[in-house]
């Protein structure tokens, strides 16, 4: 089955910075790539994903690049701010099914 | 809004019980999933439902299983609770879109703890 694996497992930075979180995937017929966040106490929430026909995508101040060869996306968040901290889930899935794989989660601290 | 309903935020067991998580969502999904939480690990699928009366396993099933009688619930069921299961229990449901898919929307979650 598909394995997803996420780095780093926490990740601080100071307010306007950007955060650049990785994730690897195993099964090559992997094809749609969602990232959720989950605030402090409440419930997964996606707030953008991918699919393999695509290289990048951007919403305001975020985006997620996928690198097919290499078997690699990235979410990345630019002029982060404090309602940035969450922890952050990417996941893999092959998409003829809607099962979900996701990676073990990124914990991002934004400081003041 | 889509909304999904789990029914107790807060359960504590003693091993050896059997435990009833429900989950209920209001937006006529076929997909139904439940996942457990724990820190380090992600989220972990236990079981899902595409339909009715349909279940697969997911990445850990061992020591639990599902019923889907009407479409709009989904329900965990541990035979025998054991300290090991002591998570945060996560039901989610998505929309069938064709061949791709649909995003997870999920509930609140439910905190077990087995003593």
């Known amino acids: 089955g598909e394995n997803v694996e996420q780095h780093p497992s926490t990740l601080s930075v100071q307010e306007g910075d950007s955060a650049v979180i990785k994730c690897t995937y195993s099964d090559s017929a992997s094809n749609y790539f969602p990232w959720y966040k989950q605030e402090l106490g409440k419930r997964p929430q996606l707030i953008i994903d991918i699919r393999s026909n695509v290289g990048e995508k951007k919403d305001q101040r975020i985006a997620v690049t996928l690198n097919k060869t290499a078997k690699h996306f990235s979410l990345h968040i630019t002029e982060t701010q404090p309602e940035d901290s969450a922890v952050y889930f990417c996941a893999a899935s092959p998409g003829t099914a809607s099962k979900l794989t996701f990676g073990t989660g990124t914990r991002l601290q934004v400081t003041l | 809004d889509v909304k999904v309903t789990q029914s107790s935020r807060y359960l504590v067991k003693r091993t050896g019980e059997k435990v009833f998580l429900e989950c209920v969502q209001d937006?006529?999904?076929?997909?139904m999933f439940w996942y457990r939480q724990d820190p380090g690990l992600g989220l972990r699928l236990i079981y899902f439902s595409y339909d009715v009366k349909m279940k697969e396993k997911g990445d850990i099933p061992e020591g639990y299983s599902v019923s889907r009688e009407k479409k709009e619930r989904f329900s965990l069921i541990l035979e025998s609770a054991s300290t090991n299961q002591t998570s945060m229990y996560l039901c989610?449901?998505?929309?069938?879109?064709?061949?791709?898919?649909?995003?997870?929307?999920f509930g609140e979650g439910s905190r077990l703890t087995v003593l």
């Open positions: 989610a449901s998505s929309l069938v879109q064709g061949a791709n898919t649909g995003e997870l929307f």
């Open positions: 937006m006529d999904h076929e997909n």
